[in-house]
């Protein structure tokens, strides 16, 4: 089945660094991948939509300046945090649609970055 | 996409049917139900989804009430790998490439 990966699955970094996370869909093209942010207990909340060759549309509240998304192909979303702080740890999961149809459509995710700033 | 109401949280023992129930009495017509998953420290995945009919697959069965306004996610029989975050979300079929948004889903545990 469609498959997508994402990497690194952890990091620690510095406060004040930049860290980027790759997402990809391994066996699909994917136009248009979304990215998640997840605190300890909370449910998954929605940062960013990443649309192949154009502008990310961020939710209201993220800082599309600090969370850079790049959407470069087909199969790649990066989500760059950059200058990291220690509220910035978090879950990040990305994911992608596959199928045409709500019919048959799944998302499909990654396994998730387990960011944490020191 | 509409609201959905599910309990916070429920517990199995291993190898008993579960039944994961999801109210969502403001459905509209076009409104697919899907359910999704959430294994601890994973991302989520797809469980099963459906419109009007009751869904089966190998992970599990979706029954829907004929009026739409609940549905039942049904386990048949759980294990300890069930543990997990279940997610009730309507998508309407007039969406497009729109993101799945969220609730706070059932923290289902499984007993051994």
């Known amino acids: 089945g469609a498959v997508v990966s994402q990497h690194p699955s952890w990091v620690i970094c510095k406060s004040g660094t930049s860290v980027k996370i790759e997402c990809r869909s391994l066996?699909?093209?994917?136009?248009?991948m979304f990215w998640y942010r997840q605190f300890p207990k909370q449910s998954l909340m929605l940062m960013a939509t990443?649309?192949?060759?154009?502008?990310?549309?961020?939710e209201q509240g993220v800082e599309k300046d600090k969370f850079l998304i790049n959407h470069a192909s087909l199969t790649l979303s990066t989500l760059t945090v950059t200058s990291a702080h220690p509220e910035d740890s978090s879950f990040y999961i990305c994911?992608?649609?596959?199928?045409?149809?709500?019919?048959?459509?799944?998302?499909?995710f990654g396994s998730g970055t387990q960011l944490s700033v020191l | 996409d509409a609201k959905t109401t599910q309990p916070n949280s429920m517990e199995s023992n291993e190898e008993e049917p579960v039944h994961l129930p999801c109210n969502h009495s403001?459905?509209?017509?076009?409104?697919?139900i899907h359910w999704y998953r959430q294994l601890p420290s994973q991302g989520p995945e797809y469980v099963i989804h459906?419109?009007?009919s009751n869904v089966n697959n190998r992970m599990a069965s979706l029954a829907i009430a004929e009026d739409r306004k609940s549905s039942t996610l049904i386990l048949h029989r759980a294990t300890l790998r069930d543990a997990a975050v279940y997610y009730c979300?309507?998508?309407?079929?007039?969406?497009?490439?729109?993101?799945?948004?969220f609730g706070k889903g059932t923290r289902l545990s499984v007993i051994a």
């Open positions: 066996d699909f093209q994917a136009t248009t």
């Open positions: 990443s649309n192949e060759g154009s502008k990310a549309t961020y």
């Open positions: 403001t459905i509209s017509g076009t409104d697919y």
């Open positions: 979300i309507l998508r309407d079929a007039l969406s497009g490439n729109t993101p799945l948004v």
């Open positions: 459906g419109l009007t």
């Open positions: 994911s992608a649609r596959w199928g045409m149809m709500t019919t048959n459509e799944k998302l499909f």
